[in-house]
């Protein structure tokens, strides 16, 4: 049998999985096999047999790495027993602390932790508190503990915050050489209300293009991206730091930013009145929304207001209002850019671009942290036409460098795979839709699939299922284009204040603005193609031929693509963590109350259904739907009572009850409500509030809390006090799995 090496994918249920370094299918791991790993563990398995359906099982050969990093859980006293349960139950172990390893932590707070003792067969781990975080409670834990769990980078080095202190506080004289002064251009910037950074301006005007009879009218875009790459150089501190980074990372009241925030509210951040330095993409727009020409060059603006959406829009909508008296001097500005944004978004249409709507939601927190409300994000023509400012910009980049054959970053969004193409198709016919899909999709035909069902009462399932056909973005170095926005090739320009990409694209039009090329390099980012998968994958003790100049460019620009999504990722599942942390506490508060909703996905195991009013969303186990069997149809992604014939799909409305939450499993469980039924516990809340209701379910959901402590308490209390003395019966204890 063959020997793979990979990393741990652990499970809450206590099996995990080998995620392979060479891209194949994962490994399983069974739970005895998961005894002596951890979560993200490096390790060597030799695959032993096959199930039924093919998929291979792996046993564990060697430890080839131990995850170093801190450990996030919750430390608990339990029969003389002192224990960290890990926050992320993907551990599937808990950890054994030494009653002089404790610091000065006390019993139910969040504490970091490093391993002492990895775990073994016949052992648990063992380990030391290294930072007390607090209590779990505290306004802003859940941020805390999500940044440590995903090991977001939040702390600049010492060198970092020397390097973004000694930086000018204003632009010298050396900062505007050899640069084109645009700050009499009214360059503005166009924001939602709470934004702090402002990394784009935007001005157009019209102009007549060509001569004579054939001349005609067209627009002059411009879009002004703050110049990150004058402050930020390679291999520097602030470098290698924002590469680490690689994004900032957006939580409900706080953002982990890339850059300091000298950098990024200081010097790049386009402040209205304040002179910045910018790199230009300069465009000429045929009435078509055709980008006839474009150029690049550094430039020194001044942005003449800082407007939001919300203010254009009302401009937009009124250019005779109080808003646009107010901005009077702007109005003109405004109105030449909404008139390129419908060209544009013409010629988005001809591409046929897939432009799905959705209802995207803001959590809006109270002075605690804590939820308030969740309200619908309203997106007005003012969002659009920045969107499509922004889109115009990033697509003449990623042309630019394609022309110049030079290497980069470019932003690749691939179509349907072949699975998921025929998913598709026998989706659509199983609803008795007929639409014609190639062997190699095209985003017409997507988004023709999408306006031909716009106005069918299942027209959200169909978005929903049309977008999971797609991959997802990434970043790489082999330009394939962009399906979803129907680009031959698109790279990210317009936001380096925020995302590493946008700055190596930067780097790169310099480079070639001055006749150079750019080599991409540093510390940082060579440690991370060192470390990668593949240079891994060497026969132990083999030294790696040095490989041709352009092969060892080519994998440190893989290299940093790879790095950059995954920061993506990472970034994308912290924030995640953190609302769903949010909402399943702000659910606590409505244990027992009833709501309208609609079924947002289908699964063998229940319906996740996305509630009208709170836009939360849950499950309704399928062991509540009924007394009958019901059926899994993949192809319609819905569930079918084989008695009743009762269908419940995607885009289906009900009514539920919100029966429980699982603050650590970040879960929300409903109950389905049928119709005329009156739900006794509401019924009694109403009666006598004070000792029924919400309040009930609220005690007995701390009631099922405590048992399951009891129960940690009699497992543990057979290890005895002298596992926290650190005896070598701590080390011989019985692997004890996590509920």
């Not at 999709?441 to 977008?467: F, G, Y």
């Not at 470390?531 to 041709?548: F, M, N, Q």
């Not at 969303?617 to 899994?632: A, C, Q």
């Not at 409305?653 to 006794?680: H, N, P």
């Amino acid at each position: 049998m063959s020997e793979v090496e990979g990393t741990v994918i652990g499970h809450r249920d206590g099996h995990g999985f080998l995620r392979r370094d060479d891209g194949e299918p994962d490994i399983y791991l069974s739970p005895q096999e998961m005894r002596s790993v951890l979560h993200r563990d490096r390790i060597r398995v030799r695959v032993v047999r096959y199930d039924r359906k093919g998929r291979p099982e792996g046993r564990v050969l060697d430890i080839v790495e131990r995850r170093k990093t801190p450990i996030i859980g919750r430390l608990l006293h339990e029969n003389s027993v002192w224990v960290v349960a890990p926050e992320d139950r993907r551990y599937g172990q808990d950890i054994l602390i030494p009653k002089n390893a404790i610091a000065n932590a006390a019993v139910g707070q969040v504490v970091a932790i490093e391993l002492t003792e990895p775990p073994s067969m016949y052992s648990q781990p063992v380990g030391r508190v290294t930072e007390v975080l607090g209590e779990i409670d505290d306004p802003g834990m859940e941020i805390e503990i999500a940044v440590r769990k995903y090991e977001v980078p939040h702390r600049f080095s010492p060198e970092t915050l020397a390097q973004a202190a000694a930086l000018p506080d204003r632009l010298r004289p050396v900062d505007k050489r050899h640069r084109i002064d645009l700050s009499d251009v009214p360059l503005v910037t166009i924001d939602g209300e709470d934004a702090r950074d402002f990394d784009d301006a935007v001005y157009c005007e019209p102009v007549k293009q060509g001569r004579g009879k054939s001349a005609f009218e067209g627009w002059r875009l411009i879009v002004a991206i703050a110049d990150v790459s004058h402050y930020v150089k390679p291999g520097e501190a602030l470098d290698d730091d924002a590469y680490e980074r690689a994004t900032s990372v957006y939580f409900p009241r706080r953002v982990i930013p890339m850059l300091p925030e000298k950098l990024s509210n200081g010097l790049c951040s386009l402040n209205p009145d304040e002179e910045r330095l910018a790199m230009v993409c300069d465009m000429l727009v045929d009435p078509h929304g055709e980008i006839t020409a474009y150029q690049f060059y550094p430039a020194l603006i001044r942005s003449h207001a800082r407007l939001t959406y919300t203010e254009v829009a009302t401009i937009l909508s009124n250019t005779r209002g109080t808003e646009a008296h107010r901005r009077h001097d702007l109005v003109p500005h405004l109105i030449h850019l909404h008139e390129v944004y419908r060209a544009l978004l013409k010629r988005r249409s001809h591409r046929g671009a897939i432009d799905f709507e959705s209802t995207e939601t803001q959590i809006v927190c109270d002075d605690n942290g804590r939820i308030e409300k969740i309200v619908p994000r309203t997106r007005t023509e003012a969002h659009r036409l920045i969107e499509e400012a922004m889109l115009a910009a990033n697509v003449c980049a990623a042309e630019f460098i394609e022309t110049h054959k030079h290497p980069a970053l470019f932003r690749v969004h691939e179509g349907p795979t072949p699975e998921k193409r025929v998913t598709l198709q026998n989706y659509l016919r199983a609803l008795g839709l007929h639409f014609s899909l190639g062997e190699e999709p095209t985003p017409a035909e997507l988004q023709a699939i999408s306006l031909a069902t716009k106005d069918r009462p299942d027209a959200a399932q169909i978005s929903t299922m049309l977008l999971r056909s797609m991959q997802q973005a990434i970043y790489t170095h082999s330009n394939s284009g962009h399906f979803g926005l129907a680009y031959e090739a698109y790279a990210h320009f317009t936001s380096p204040i925020r995302r590493y990409p946008d700055l190596l694209v930067h780097r790169v039009i310099k480079a070639l603005l001055q006749g150079k090329r750019y080599h991409l390099g540093g510390g940082a980012i060579e440690s991370t193609a060192a470390t990668a998968p593949a240079a891994k994958s060497l026969r132990k003790g083999a030294k790696p031929a040095k490989p041709p100049a352009s092969a060892q460019d080519a994998a440190l620009w893989e290299a940093a693509g790879a790095h950059c999504s995954a920061n993506e990722r990472r970034a994308d599942e912290a924030s995640r963590d953190v609302e769903a942390w949010l909402k399943c506490r702000f659910m606590r508060d409505h244990l027992g109350e009833e709501y309208a909703g609609t079924v947002s996905a289908v699964t063998s195991f229940g319906l996740f259904v996305l509630l009208d009013e709170l836009f939360v969303e849950g499950l309704v186990h399928i062991t509540e739907l009924g007394g009958e069997y019901f059926r899994f149809d993949e192809a319609r992604q819905e569930l079918r009572g084989e008695r009743s014939g009762v269908r419940y799909g995607v885009g289906s409305r009900v009514r539920v009850q919100v029966s429980r939450v699982d603050l650590d499993g970040r879960k929300i469980d409903f109950r389905l409500v049928r119709e005329g039924e009156t739900d006794a516990l509401v019924t009694r809340a109403r009666k006598s509030p004070s000792a029924t209701g919400a309040s009930n379910e609220l005690a007995e959901l701390e009631s099922r809390d405590r048992a399951a402590k009891a129960g940690r308490a009699k497992a543990v209390a057979s290890r005895g006090s002298a596992a926290g003395k650190k005896t070598r019966s701590a080390k011989t204890a019985k692997t004890r799995t996590r509920r």
